[in-house]
C-alpha cells in the first residue's frame, strides 16, 4: 500500500518548474523606452503639401467615386429661426477702394497661371504684349503665398490676401494712395454737354509749308517741356 504516497515521477518536476518560472516571469512588468521620431523638417511638409494640393487638383481635373465621397450625404439641417437673421455687416472707416479688395484667392488659378506663365504659350504672349519675355516669379510667389494661407483661420486668411492684394495694388499704381481715378490726370466735368458740343471746336486752318508746321510744332513740344526761354 505504499505506492498511493509515492512521489512524483522526475519527468513532472521539471515541467512544473518551467510554468512557475514563466508565470513569475509574465507578472513581472514589462518597462518600454518609448522612441521619439524626428520631427519633420520643412522641406518635407511642403512637399507633403504640395503633393496634397496635386491630388486635389487631380481630383477635380477626373472627377471619380473618391472626390465625390467627401460630399456628405445627408443634406445639411436648416438653421433655427434664430439664426436665420442675416449677420449686420460691420461698419468701417477704410474707403471704397480698400473695400473691395479681394478676401479669397484660389490656390488652383494661381498655379494653373503660374503653369502658363513658364509654358511657350504664356511667353509667346508676353512677347506680343509686352514685346519682351517676362519672369513668372511673381506669380509663382501668389501660388506659394495662397498655398501658405491654408493653414490659418479664416479671419486671419481673409486679412492677409486683402493686404495682398493692397501691396500689388501700390506696386501696380505707385504711391500709397490705392484706387487713384482718371480725375488725377484729366480734370472731371461739371455738368452734361449737349448733343453737338463735344469735339467740335473750330480750328484754323493751316496754310503754310509742311516744314515750316514741323518746326513751329517742335518749338511748341519744346517750350511746354522745358518751360518759356526768358
Given at each position: ?42 522641406e518635407e511638409l511642403a512637399d507633403k503639401e ?170 511748341r513740344r519744346e517750350t511746354r517741356r522745358n518751360?518759356?526761354?526768358?
Amino acid at each position: 500500500m505504499g505506492w498511493f504516497f509515492a512521489s512524483a515521477s522526475p519527468a513532472e518536476k521539471p515541467a512544473a518548474q518551467t510554468s512557475s518560472t514563466s508565470a513569475g516571469d509574465s507578472s513581472k512588468p514589462t518597462s518600454t523606452i518609448p522612441q521619439s521620431k524626428p520631427a519633420p523638417s520643412r522641406e518635407e511638409l511642403a512637399d507633403k503639401e504640395l503633393q496634397k494640393f496635386l491630388q486635389e487638383l487631380e481630383a477635380d481635373t477626373h472627377p471619380s467615386s473618391t472626390k465625390y465621397n467627401r460630399v456628405p450625404q445627408s443634406p445639411p439641417s436648416e438653421p433655427s429661426h434664430s439664426s436665420s437673421e442675416a449677420p449686420s455687416i460691420p461698419e468701417t472707416n477704410e474707403p471704397l477702394s480698400s473695400q473691395l479688395l479681394p478676401i479669397t484667392m484660389s490656390c488652383r488659378d494661381a498655379f494653373d497661371s503660374a503653369f502658363y506663365c513658364n509654358s511657350i504659350g504664356g511667353q509667346f504672349m508676353n512677347l506680343y504684349r509686352y514685346g519682351e519675355a517676362r519672369k513668372c516669379s511673381d506669380k509663382w510667389a501668389d501660388f506659394w503665398f495662397c498655398m501658405k494661407t491654408r493653414g490659418y483661420p479664416d479671419h486671419e486668411k481673409a486679412k492677409m490676401i486683402k493686404s495682398r492684394y493692397a501691396e500689388k495694388e501700390r506696386q501696380k499704381y505707385g504711391g500709397g494712395e490705392i484706387g487713384k481715378s482718371s480725375e488725377d490726370v484729366w480734370r472731371g466735368r461739371e455738368k452734361r454737354l449737349e448733343w453737338g458740343e463735344a469735339f467740335c471746336q473750330d480750328v484754323e486752318e493751316w496754310k503754310g509749308e509742311d516744314d515750316e508746321w514741323r518746326k513751329m510744332e517742335r518749338t511748341r513740344r519744346e517750350t511746354r517741356r522745358n518751360g518759356p526761354v526768358d
